[in-house]
């Protein structure tokens, strides 16, 4: 860039003497230097950034709806007997060697047909208790359940312009629903009240609170009967390759509920029979 006439020394080179310019740059040069020198000689002082205010982000999850308390089964009144004395209940085997214990009350239940493969599962406390904590969210925590899909896929019909899930659909489940309703809900109770102490164990393993557990099993059982009972077509749309409920209700359910809504009104009326059934002897104080 060309420099304008104030930006330039002036050169006085062709006079005679030392010009007085020239002495006063040297003398800045030498002042200058001074001070970078006596600069150099200190140290540095560090500077420390401003803190940041940063926010935490914290994602509470939803609130899971007021479920109520299972009371403790009343300890069995024994009566003196001279002739024989009463054996106490055997005590229970620790978590891990639970199994074949678990196993026994799943058969004594009529745990068989399409449910026969849970009884092969390891771990059958802690996966149940999984289990359990899922469903009273409203997720089937597929992963755990080593049960066959249907054979048949699930299949839509449209009428006019108007997609619908298939009726004919619905028999898909009926093997599950019939091992379901034949489960002797009064062992499965029973089972409970033995096996308590060991869920909770579980419970707690989860990171949850033990005493918490009786709750989630009710809320699990709650969403269940809380699932509604369609008679009419139900209306789909579909997205890519997967199917939504066309009606902004029913694609607000839980995946559990909607997972119901598959087995068709008749099914559900059948599992709700046997979850109302389970509930109130859970609950009863008998």
Request: glycine content about 8%; overall charge negative.
């Given at each position: 860039m060309k420099a304008v006439r104030e930006d330039r020394l002036d050169d006085d080179s062709g006079r005679g003497g030392f010009p007085t310019r020239q002495?006063?740059?040297?003398?800045?040069i030498i002042v200058a230097g001074f001070m970078l020198w006596r600069s150099m000689g200190d140290k540095p002082v560090a500077v420390a950034p401003e803190?940041?205010?940063v926010e935490e982000m914290i994602v509470e999850p939803p609130p899971l709806p007021p479920a109520a308390d299972i009371p403790a089964r009343p300890e069995p009144v024994v009566e003196e007997m001279a002739e024989a004395a009463v054996e106490p209940p055997p005590p229970l085997p620790p978590l891990a060697e639970s199994d074949d214990m678990v196993r026994a009350r799943m058969s004594a239940a009529?745990?068989?047909?399409e449910l026969a493969p849970l009884e092969q599962q390891?771990?059958?406390?802690?996966?149940?208790?999984?289990?359990?904590?899922?469903?009273?969210r409203g997720v089937v925590l597929r992963k755990l359940l080593?049960?066959?899909p249907p054979k048949d896929a699930f299949t839509a019909v449209e009428e006019g312009d108007q997609m619908y899930m298939n009726p004919a659909g619905y028999k898909r489940y009926d093997g599950y629903v019939e091992t379901i309703g034949s489960l002797d809900t009064a062992t499965l109770v029973d089972s409970f009240h033995t096996l308590r102490p060991l869920y909770e164990e579980a419970y707690g393993q989860l990171g949850l609170n033990p005493e918490d557990f009786d709750?989630?099993?009710i809320r699990a059982l709650d969403r269940v009967l809380?699932?509604?009972e369609?008679?009419?077509?139900?209306?789909?749309?579909?997205?890519?390759v997967m199917y939504k409920y066309a009606d902004p209700q029913l694609e607000q359910l839980t995946p559990m509920q909607k997972q119901l809504l598959r087995m068709g009104p008749d099914n559900i009326r059948r599992i709700k029979e046997q979850a109302r059934a389970l509930r109130e002897g859970l609950l009863s104080q008998q």
């Open positions: 002495v006063l740059l040297v003398l800045a803190p940041v205010a009529g745990v068989a047909g390891q771990n059958l406390v802690q996966q149940g208790t999984a289990l359990i904590d899922g469903l009273s080593p049960l066959d709750n989630a099993l809380a699932t509604p369609i008679e009419e077509p139900i209306a789909l749309t579909r997205k890519s």
